[in-house]
T-cell receptor, first 113, second 111 residues
Framework: EPEVTQTPSHQVTQMGQEVILRCVPISNHLYFYWYRQILGQKVEFLVSFYNNEISEKSEIFDDQFSVERPDGSNFTLKIRSTKLEDSAMYFC???????????FGQGTRLTVV | DAKTTQPTSMDCAEGRAANLPCNHSTISGNEYVYWYRQIHSQGPQYIIHGLKNNETNEMASLIITEDRKSSTLILPHATLRDTAVYYCIVRPPQAGTALIFGKGTTLSVSS
């Protein structure tokens, strides 16, 4: 069964460093998403991406964040200068069409120290 | 903010049906109802979605009231592995529209 894969599963970084979280969406999917979940809190939407541009973004997704689909298969989330409060589980998701279900990856746990 | 209301927690005995309610009284005519669940800190798992008709798949059934202001997710024979947080989400069909998660219902299945 096709699945969304995320790497790495766990990343530790120093405050102020740049991190890139990687995702490989399901191959025929056209819509891509990033979410995050701070420990003990709800899943929060960050950004959606379609046709090589951002469709929607939340207030969380400020200038420190960016997304890219560099090679037609990977979908990346970059945090330019990490803060302690960026520590969270980051989930990537993809869907085939606008109304079809989105499938989530298993997440990358980002720890900022 | 999420446009749905769900009970904070529910209990269910293993082997019995789990019926999880959701209120979405402000739902618009073109918005779909989606159900996801999250086991521990794993990625949310899609369960089922529908617009106005009842839906059934291998995991669950979704019953949507005629006025579409509420719905019920039914797990016909709950197992211990169904213990999770269940999220009811309404979402318009526009391209790239996000799924907005609320706090969901924590379902505890016990033997």
């Amino acid at each position: 069964e096709p699945e969304v894969t995320q790497t790495p599963s766990h990343q530790v970084t120093q405050m102020g460093q740049e991190v890139i979280l990687r995702c490989v969406p399901i191959s025929n999917h056209l819509y891509f998403y990033w979410y995050r979940q701070i420990l003990g809190q709800k899943v929060e939407f960050l950004v959606s991406f379609y046709n090589n541009e951002i469709s929607e973004k939340s207030e969380i997704f400020d200038d420190q964040f960016s997304v890219e689909r560099p090679d037609g298969s990977n979908f990346t989330l970059k945090i330019r200068s990490t803060k302690l409060e960026d520590s969270a589980m980051y989930f990537c998701a993809s869907s085939e069409r606008a109304i079809t279900e989105a499938f989530f990856g298993q997440g990358t746990r980002l720890t900022v120290v | 903010d999420a446009k749905t209301t769900q009970p904070t927690s529910m209990d269910c005995a293993e082997g019995r049906a789990a019926n999880l309610p959701c209120n979405h009284s402000t739902i618009s005519g073109n918005e779909y109802v989606y159900w996801y669940r999250q086991i521990h800190s794993q990625g949310p798992q899609y369960i089922i979605h529908g617009l106005k008709n009842n839906e059934t798949n291998e995991m669950a059934s979704l019953i949507i009231t005629e006025d579409r202001k509420s719905s019920t997710l039914i797990l016909p024979h709950a197992t211990l592995r169904d213990t999770a947080v269940y999220y009811c989400i309404v979402r318009p069909p526009q391209a790239g529209t996000a799924l907005i998660f609320g706090k969901g219902t924590t379902l505890s299945v016990s033997s």
